[in-house]
C-alpha cells in the first residue's frame, strides 16, 4: 500500500487540499430539474462567505450542472465543490475560487438500514452548510467506531441525537414526526422542507427518544427519503402510515422520484 501513491512536486495547490477552504452541495437532477436549487444555492453560498468567498454567477453554474447531468443520465446524483482556489503556499487568499462538478448515474440503495448509536469524540459546532472539513471529522471519528459502513451510524453527542453521517433523521412519536437541531445538525434541503409544511418538528432529540420512536426515516437530496428498519436492535414500522405522509408531500415535486 505505502508504495501505490501519486507523488508531485507543486507550486500551487488547490486550497481545500490545503487548508479544508470549500463547501459542496449534492443532489438529484431528474429529467433536469433539482429540487429545492434556491435552497442549495443559498447555503452553499452562506458557507463560502463565511470564507470570505463570493459567487455571484449562480445561472451560469446552474446551466453547467444541467449541461453535466444531460451527458450522464436523465437521473444524475450531482456534487457541486467549490474551493478557495489554487495559491501558493501561504494563508492570504490569492486565487479565483474553484468550482468542481461531479455527476454519475443514480442507483438506489436496496438494502435494509440498520442503525446503531456512535459517540461523535470531537466539540459540535453550528453546520450552517456543507463544509468539507466536516466530512473530514466524520472520517476521523469513524476510525473509532466498530461499524462494517459508516452510513450504519446514528451520530450522537452526550446522549443528544444528531442523526446520519449523510442524512437528516425524523423519528415519529406519539402522533408527530421530530428531527434534530442544534449545534451538530445540518439544516438539509428535505428536512427543511418538511419543516416548511408542518410535517416535522425541530427540536433537542434526547437519545432516550429512541424508545418511544416507532419509525424513522433519513432525510437527504440524494434518497429524499429512506425508511429505516432498526436503531439499536430495535425494529421499526417500516410501513407506518405517517411515512407515506412525508412521502406524498414529496411526490409532485419537480426533480423528485
Known sequence: MANDVHIQCVDHLDRGVSYAESCFETFRIINGFIFAWDYHWHRLQQGLQSFGIMLTNQQQVLQQCLSAASHTSNDCLLRLTVSGGDAPWGLKRQATPNIYIQAQAFQAKTTKIHLQSVEYPYPLTPKTAKFSSDYALILRASQGWALADVNTALVCKDGIILGGVTANIA??????????????????TIRHFLMQQDLIQAQTCPANLLAQTQAAVFLNSGSFIQVIHTINGKPLD???????????ALQHEKGVR
Open 171 to 188: 423519528l415519529f412519536i406519539d402522533k408527530q414526526w421530530v428531527t434534530p437541531e442544534g449545534d451538530g445538525v445540518l439544516p438539509g
Open 238 to 248: 417500516t410501513s407506518h402510515p405517517a411515512i407515506a405522509s412525508l412521502q406524498h
